[in-house]
């Protein structure tokens, strides 16, 4: 039994600016050129935006990232609803669920969803991008983390994945297998930073992050913005590029507390977030076409696939293909864009966008054949945030 | 050569945990109501939002939780250290830690394995809690 508002909504526009090493803009800028794209997908006008939702990536930290004042920046002048959100990587598709119950209740017509980042400098590195360069030093039992050698995103998650692999006996060479198979996707995505192909080989040479992370296990840092726009089903049919029909959408928020009593590593909050909108849609694993997950790491499309109930604890890398370089290898329909670890990192935004492009059957030569269930990831911390959308080309 | 890695930098209050490190005590919070023990320091009890607590010496015992090697230099001091490892460290009163383990070949290291607390005096006024297996 599926809830009365499957299919109600859609995401009718969706813009996807340049990705990268784009240099020379802020992050607004990005913002403006994902919107301007998103309107012109959709086949809109800027005044038919009523509604704006944003969500800044780590500029948002730093201090230049969008909020509110992006409502001047545009001109939005119709608004019926505004909000900055963050629940870090889960924000994306959580936007796209507050829009969609907004536009089904009559609160707005046409919302605009807006991530959009320019962490990178120009003879900067990724890292420094990330790794908190120039904050203050932390004060209290939180200045024991440098004092230890404790820095950056990475060490949380390797420290998740490290709990996960010894408990399950996965490799280096398992995560490695995800990374591959990703890259075969980007490469036939237009949109991603990294399309050269990429072997076992490379991923076992590329450099030592975090042990077990080597540098391929990682996602990219990119400057860039998407921008999805939100309306009802009934305004969606009549617009210019085909609607992704919003199925079932979910959140899942578990924390991350140090205590024995909070296991870390070996779940995640999708399995609340996944049953919501599993429930919604009136769909389960089994009837999942296309899956787009967060993957901020290797390890994490592992984690969430099995959290999502895809696969048994553990046995999610039992999905790839001993060695995914071989072009005779059949990839599991993951992330088929190339996510976030070679096409882009927009957090959750870059899910969210392959899901519509998949639904949507515009995926080039990169579309998977079946796509009427695609199952979208948000993921935020170090998985103490979680958010699930299930889109479809059909609105019933 | 002097010890030029980061220090710690106690606030008003977590002045007694660092105090205690300096005398070969792990502190933790203990809130009575909910039989809990917390950390890092925080002025409520997340179980039952309780702000009575006191001081509690730590048993020291535990297990290695998770561990990492770390390859990233993000400051210099570590650069002679690199790769070194990190754990977290779950203790038997409840809490886990973020840590390092000492006394420990990497190859040994795994996921369970028993350990307990070490004081390392880094400098005249700090020391750091660092585990080595049981």
Redesign the interface.
Known sequence: MSDPIRGQTAICGLGITEMGKVYGHDASWFAGESIRLAIEDAGLEKDDIDGLLVNPGITGMMGTGISIPLQGYLGLRNLRLLNHMNSFGATASAMVQYAALAVHHGMANYVACIFADAPLQQGGSAGAAYGGAGRRGPTGMASLMPAFGFYGANTSYALAARRYMERYGITNNDLGRVSVAQRRYAVDNPHATMRQPLTLEDYHNSRWIVEPFHLLDCCLVSNGAVCTIVTTAERARDLKSSPAYIWGMGQGHPGNFPHAEIEVGTTSGATVSGETAYRMAGVGPEDVDVCEFYDCYTYTVLRTIEDYGLAKPGEAIGLYPEDPADPEAELPTINTGGGQLSSYYMWGMTPVSEGVIQARGSGGDRQIEKHDIVLCSGNGGTLDTHGTLILSPNAN | MAYD???????E??QP?FDGLREHKLLLQYFPSADHY????SDRC?KDWSTDWEWRESSGNGEV????????L??PS?KE?I??T?A?V?LDE???????LVNVEVDDI??GMRVKVVFEDVTDE?T?PKFEPV
């Open positions: 890695k980061p220090l710690p930098s106690p606030d209050n977590t945990f917390q950390y890092p320091y997340y939780y998770t561990w990492v090697r770390m390859h990233q993000y400051h570590w250290e790769p070194y990190l977290v779950q409840g809490p886990r830690m973020n840590t390092n795994r996921v700090h750091l």
